[in-house]
Structure formats: structure tokens, C-alpha cells
């Protein structure tokens, strides 16, 4: 019996070369297809028809990995111009421009790391320092700058607003929700009111006990997460742009 020859490896498709940039987009299809949890370095490798190993050339660890990931997903959002800050005790440049731009930045983070649920959450208990991390920080305070906020006060609202960002992208991340940016938001609402039966809860609420909340059982559970989402962010704005006693 005539034995089939052996087929070449010349024949067989070449796997594509590695690199930074094709470790971390094969960590954000194995994040997209599975979760942040399942961000491994050997999990990535096989995404890669590769070895472990071979991974440790470009990316020293998986933390390292998982900050990379999430710095790519932050570089595809467009930063907005930034107007000039105004002068010395001088009115403010662009009116509300500036609060307006920001508000519209800090959405777009929010909705681009809700594309990729769980990856919110490197950003919290560590401070990110890759490069388009730092160019949408440099943007925000130069946004806030831009409103008249002095510098100290300033810096310290670019923590906040990281806090705010990690935090709802955590939400979304823990509901493991499988919507687009805007949608995985609203699927993450929805998620977390159902699992608490938020609605038949409040309605059984003692009105003698808890007066206030009794009261508002409608308002407390309404409203899309959009504009619940922007409130939050027009609140962490309007409150660093009004002095504070004592304060920066």
C-alpha cells in the first residue's frame, strides 16, 4: 500500500508575527469571548498558536498585559481641543465649553471600556501610566484648567474622575453583560435592579421607618443609565468648579 507523503510545513499558513500589538489584541478578543478573568498569559498564547513564553519577549506579566489592553482601548477614544485657560482673576474662556467638552470625553471613556467588560477595573487600586492613559489625563486637566478650577483642585479632580470611571465600568464588568458600550450600561442597570428586586423592595418600604426613601420609591428606580451616568459627571464638575472653604 502506497503511504500519502507527508505534508510539508511549507505548506501550512504562516501564523502571523508577534508583537506588542498583536499580544494585547489577542487579549482583548480571549477578554471580548470569555471575560477579564480569563485574560491568561496562556490562554492569549493559544490565541496566538504560540507558547507562553514566546509572550514574555513583549509583556513581562499578565498585570502588565491587562494595562496595556486597557490603554489600547482608551487610545480609540478621540480627545477633544482644549481652550485656553483664562487669565489671572479673568472670566472664563469659552464659557461652558470647556464642561461641556469634558462631560462628552469622559462618556466616551466610559462607553469605550463598557465595550470591553471588566477591563475598567486595572485602572483601580493602581494608578495608570501608559501613554494613552496619560494623554486622556493631561486632556481632562487641561479641560478643567480651561474652567477657571485652580491647579491643585484641578489635579485632585482628575482622581475623582478616574475613581468615577473605574467604578462604572466595574458595575458593568460585575454584571457580566454582553451589550455594546451604551448598551452594556443600560444591560447593567437593568442587571443590577433585577437582581435586587429594587422596585418590590422599596414598595414594601415602612414609611414611618424610612420616610424619604418611602417617598421617592418611583424616582429612585427611573431614568436610563445614560443620563444617570451624565449626572454623575456634571456633579463631579460643578463641584470642583465651586470654591471650596478652606480648600485648593
Not at 483642585?153 to 473605574?166: K, T, V
Not at 417617598?215 to 431614568?223: D, F, P, Y
Request: charge should be negative; charged fraction near 20%; glycine fraction near 10%.
Amino acid at each position: 500500500m502506497q503511504t500519502a507523503p507527508r505534508k510539508s510545513t511549507r505548506s501550512r499558513p504562516a501564523k502571523p508575527a508577534l508583537s506588542e500589538t498583536a499580544v494585547v489584541e489577542a487579549g482583548l478578543r480571549v477578554l471580548r469571548r470569555e471575560g477579564v478573568d480569563a485574560v491568561t498569559m496562556r490562554k492569549v498564547a493559544a490565541e496566538l498558536d504560540t507558547g507562553p513564553a514566546s509572550l514574555y519577549v513583549y509583556v513581562s506579566h499578565r498585570d502588565e498585559l491587562l494595562r496595556l489592553m486597557l490603554d489600547a482601548v482608551v487610545a480609540t477614544v478621540p480627545l477633544p481641543d482644549v481652550p485656553a485657560p483664562p487669565a489671572p482673576a479673568g472670566p472664563v474662556t469659552g464659557g461652558e465649553d470647556w464642561s461641556d467638552r469634558l462631560v462628552t470625553l469622559v462618556i466616551d471613556v466610559v462607553h469605550a471600556l463598557n465595550g470591553h467588560p471588566g477591563i475598567g477595573r486595572v485602572s483601580l487600586g493602581d494608578i495608570p501610566t501608559t501613554p494613552a492613559w496619560l494623554d486622556l489625563f493631561d486632556r481632562i486637566l487641561g479641560l478643567l484648567l480651561a474652567g477657571g478650577i485652580p491647579r491643585q483642585r484641578a489635579a485632585w479632580g482628575c482622581d475623582l474622575i478616574a475613581l468615577h470611571i473605574g467604578a462604572v465600568t466595574y458595575e458593568v464588568g460585575a454584571a457580566a453583560v454582553g451589550g455594546d458600550g451604551p448598551g452594556a450600561l443600560q444591560e447593567a442597570l437593568d442587571a443590577r435592579h433585577a437582581r435586587s428586586a429594587i422596585t418590590d423592595r422599596l414598595a414594601t418600604l415602612d414609611p414611618a421607618r424610612h420616610p424619604h426613601l418611602a417617598a421617592s420609591t418611583a424616582e429612585l428606580a427611573a431614568g436610563p443609565a445614560a443620563a444617570r451616568l451624565a449626572l454623575g459627571i456634571e456633579v463631579l464638575i460643578s463641584g470642583l468648579a465651586r470654591p471650596a472653604a478652606g480648600g485648593p
